[in-house]
């Protein structure tokens, strides 16, 4: 059974489904879920499941662990990172030592995990705007991923400092292999470069991220590939292409995005033998599917549909105040600054602003949190608070978020999705629901590929996010998000992590 913040991204699709090859029981995994049944609350389960050595490392950022299985899917240790990290994204091998991607964090960093236990931690000072997506091994080292793969860099782990040098691709058994960079915002196809050789990914719909995640062993390679429906409700057929050394695309096999009980940033890993294998989160256990595989015409012989042909321009907005509706709408321009108002609040917060010390008690706080100055404005369940508001209630000794969604609290402050959309359009006479975002007195319904920035995406009953612009591996949106952001954040959506999420136009946003 779905879940009611599950969608059905592959409906209709022509792609065969795969099978359960294993199943972990939650008893033995000791994964947890949460906010699977919490109203206005995305539901959080393991972010990924990653090929390590003698097996694989599911990440669990509700426990702040992360598992570690061998070959048959078996819990064979744990490691405790739950002091060290606020959130894993993802986790390679490098030698005897695991190296875990926190990015979560208001500064992303890096975890290098001893066969021990023990952990040395360095920040990522890399100056972006959006945070890294991914870590990969490959035949030099390791590999610092951006946008879901669209760039790279080279780490130097050596030294008390993270060197990142940028590169175009990953080596593995002495092969070359990257993704061409596009040169439009929608497009139908992509070549992947195999040493000298090269071959063509190509999709009916927009084609999302192409991220590659491994070779064959024959010198071949495994890409992720997204086919994004630009429609009213975005739709994401995620699937695994596999390239010869030649770049003959030998096979297309589904991934199963519907069976998912809650979202996994990485889900896909290679086995022992070189073959994809799937995580799919279940309510009382792990999952792990074998791909179906087909011939690539079953992707490659769809009608194409028609995509824009426009670039969306970078808006380059500055800070000017929340501004409010009035009678009069917003320009997508001050809808993306009402946005970073919130993203860019730069508050110093003392002990009283970060911890309970005896009063609101039921109160969880965002675990980003630290006495002294903190950015953005916290992620409150149930609130609505204005930039301004924040700052003030901080200063006057003020909670800064909370996380629990037993209930909305008078004593902490900050806002959680649907509030932060309602300040963003404009709205100062009551907060909106994600429920009624998408009604026709807040709302109108926008049918894509285009969208403009200011726009929505919205999964009644779950989240909301704000779109701003279009990259190649997904949507740039600002989101408040819950654990483990705990805070409004600006970053690169996958397309899948907005899969059965519907676009909608504010009534106070400018056409």
């Known amino acids: 059974m779905l879940s009611a913040c599950q969608s059905s991204p592959d409906e209709g699709s022509e792609l065969p489904d795969g099978y359960v090859r294993a199943t972990l029981p939650a008893t033995e995994s000791g994964i947890e879920y949460a906010h699977l049944d919490t109203p206005e609350m995305l539901p959080v389960g393991p972010s990924g499941i990653f090929s390590v050595k003698d097996g694989y490392a599911v990440a669990d950022n509700v426990r702040g662990s992360i598992v570690i299985l061998n070959d048959d899917f078996k819990v064979t240790r744990e490691v405790n990172v739950k002091n060290a990290a606020q959130g894993i994204l993802s986790v390679a091998s490098d030698g005897e030592d695991l190296v875990a991607l926190d990015g979560y964090a208001l500064t992303p960093k890096l975890l290098r995990i001893g066969p021990n236990g023990d952990i040395k931690s360095k920040d990522i000072t890399l100056n972006s705007t959006a945070g890294p997506t991914g870590l990969v091994k490959d035949d030099v080292g390791m590999i610092l991923e951006y946008g879901g793969g669209e760039t790279l860099y080279r780490i130097d782990d050596l030294g008390a400092s993270l060197g990142l040098e940028p590169i175009d691709h990953y080596v593995w058994n002495g092969i070359a292999y990257s993704?061409?960079?596009?040169?439009?915002?929608?497009?139908?196809?992509?070549?992947?470069?195999?040493?000298?050789?090269?071959?063509?990914?190509?999709?009916?719909?927009?084609?999302?991220?192409?991220q590659l995640i491994g070779s064959d062993?024959?010198?071949?390679?495994?890409?992720?590939?997204?086919?994004?429906?630009?429609?009213?409700?975005?739709?994401?057929?995620?699937?695994?292409?596999?390239?010869?050394?030649?770049?003959?695309?030998?096979?297309?096999?589904?991934?199963?995005?519907?069976?998912?009980?809650?979202?996994?940033?990485?889900?896909?890993?290679?086995?022992?033998?070189?073959?994809?294998?799937?995580?799919?989160?279940?309510?009382?256990?792990?999952?792990?599917?074998?791909?179906?595989?087909?011939?690539?015409?079953?992707?490659?012989?769809?009608k194409p549909s028609k995509l824009p042909g426009e670039v969306v321009n970078d808006l380059g907005t500055t800070a000017q105040g929340l501004v409010t509706y009035n009678g009069s709408c917003l320009t997508s321009a001050q809808i993306a600054s009402n946005a970073n108002e919130y993203k860019n609040v730069s508050q110093p917060m003392t002990s009283n602003n970060v911890?309970?010390?005896?009063?609101?008690?039921?109160?969880?706080?965002?675990?980003?949190?630290?006495?002294?100055?903190?950015?953005?404005?916290?992620?409150?369940?149930?609130?609505?608070?204005?930039?301004?508001?924040?700052?003030?209630?901080?200063?006057?000794?003020?909670?800064?978020?909370?996380?629990?969604?037993?209930?909305?609290?008078?004593?902490?402050?900050?806002?959680?999705?649907?509030?932060?959309?309602?300040?963003?359009?404009?709205?100062?006479?009551?907060?909106?629901?994600?429920?009624?975002?998408?009604?026709?007195?807040?709302?109108?319904?926008v049918y894509g590929p285009g969208f403009l920035t200011g726009e929505i995406y919205n999964l009644a009953g779950s989240h909301t996010a704000i779109y701003n612009s279009t990259t190649p591996s997904g949507p740039n949106i600002w989101e408040a998000a819950g654990e483990p952001y705990g805070r409004v954040v600006y970053r690169t959506a996958s397309w899948s992590y907005v899969s059965g999420y519907s676009t909608y136009h504010g009534v106070t946003h400018c056409w």
């Open 179 to 210: 993704v061409d960079k596009p040169t439009e915002t929608y497009f139908h196809e992509r070549t992947v470069r195999i040493g000298s050789h090269a071959g063509v990914v190509r999709v009916p719909n927009h084609l999302g991220s192409v």
């Open 217 to 302: 062993g024959d010198g071949g390679v495994y890409a992720l590939v997204e086919d994004v429906t630009l429609a009213h409700t975005i739709s994401v057929e995620q699937s695994v292409w596999h390239f010869s050394s030649t770049g003959e695309a030998l096979s297309v096999s589904k991934v199963p995005l519907r069976e998912r009980l809650t979202y996994v940033t990485q889900g896909v890993a290679l086995d022992e033998a070189g073959e994809p294998v799937a995580l799919v989160p279940q309510r009382g256990d792990l999952q792990f599917w074998s791909l179906t595989t087909v011939n690539a015409s079953a992707i490659t012989a769809r």
């Open 355 to 445: 911890n309970n010390n005896g009063s609101c008690t039921s109160r969880t706080k965002p675990s980003y949190l630290t006495v002294g100055v903190n950015s953005p404005v916290s992620y409150d369940w149930g609130g609505w608070d204005t930039p301004s508001a924040f700052q003030s209630a901080m200063n006057a000794g003020g909670k800064a978020g909370n996380v629990n969604t037993a209930a909305t609290l008078t004593c902490s402050y900050g806002a959680d999705c649907s509030g932060f959309v309602t300040r963003v359009w404009g709205w100062s006479d009551f907060k909106r629901s994600t429920t009624t975002l998408d009604d026709a007195v807040n709302s109108t319904p």
